[in-house]
């Protein structure tokens, strides 16, 4: 008779939130409804004037309060609170299918030479007839750009997970305190191409269109990613870390033949 192991992951889910109450409420809704429940809850209240501390704690998440900072404080202050084997993210005007979290879990368990798992998202609000298109060209404008100049797989910050080792890892390097980075752009860069992110088809995970109808705000956006890739330069010019990267490979390929270690 065949022995079978099962892998169990521990999650803790992060969500950065300023004033959203509301939207946070549906959130945290979508994620008491989850077919793997979370095993904790961390919002982070990056200064709400609102009541969105108190939506948390009647969700039964806990509370961490970031005054300021943007983004990327509340969100590694998020990562620093979580406790358990895996980091998951989304953003408080997400709204997650009921398997994202088994879905997340059973990649994971599935692939342990990834440190994480990220995906695509659709649109949940906005003019029906263009979800599809404008979610196809939104995302696929972020991966493609990005992963060329990361060269590798990008996280996609309202829709990835991290195992909690790879965030101790690099949580001294990454801009908490630079609040016009792309606080996912920043972590990925962190990441790889030392360790590998991967992309999983189905994660599950719904977004609001909101950006796109800011028309100021998008290229603000666009501003702050240059600014996420810049600021590493000239080490991580994209060109050296391509060559980094398939220089690894190439090492991988001429160990694993056992020609050389």
């Not at 169990?8 to 549906?26: N, Q």
């Not at 998020?78 to 088994?102: H, N, Q, S, T």
């Not at 949940?124 to 298109?133: F, S, T």
């Not at 994660?203 to 609001?208: A, N």
Request: charged share 20%; glycine share 10%.
């Amino acid at each position: 008779m065949g022995w079978r192991v099962v892998i169990e992951l521990s999650i803790s889910v992060v969500v950065p939130v300023k004033d959203d109450g509301e939207l946070l409420r549906r959130c945290l809704g979508a994620l008491a409804k989850q077919t793997r429940r979370p095993d904790e809850i961390v919002v982070v209240d990056n200064g709400s004037s609102d009541h969105s501390a108190q939506v948390a704690r009647d969700a039964g998440a806990r509370v961490v309060f970031v005054e300021g900072g943007g983004i990327p404080a509340a969100s590694a202050a998020g990562y620093d609170a979580a406790g358990f084997d895996v980091i998951a993210r989304l953003d408080a005007d997400c709204l997650p299918e009921p398997a994202w979290l088994e879905r997340v879990e059973t990649a994971l368990v599935a692939h342990p030479d990834a440190v994480a798992v990220t995906g695509g998202a659709h649109f949940i609000d906005g003019p029906k007839p263009l979800r599809g298109m404008l979610a196809a060209f939104y995302l696929g404008a972020y991966f493609g750009t990005v992963y060329l100049a990361l060269g590798h797989m990008p996280l996609f910050g309202s829709n990835f997970a991290l195992r909690r080792d790879a965030w101790v890892a690099v949580s001294d390097a990454v801009h908490r305190g630079d609040s016009f980075v792309h606080d996912d752009m920043d972590l990925s860069l962190h990441i790889g191409p030392r360790r590998r992110i991967r992309y999983v088809r189905g994660l599950g995970m719904g977004i609001s269109m909101r950006p796109l109808f800011d028309a100021s705000g998008f290229a603000t956006r666009i501003r702050r990613g240059f600014h996420s890739l810049t600021i590493h330069w000239p080490h991580d010019f994209p060109w050296l870390r391509w060559a980094r990267r398939l220089g690894r490979q190439a090492g991988s390929v001429v160990s694993s033949d056992g020609s050389r270690s």
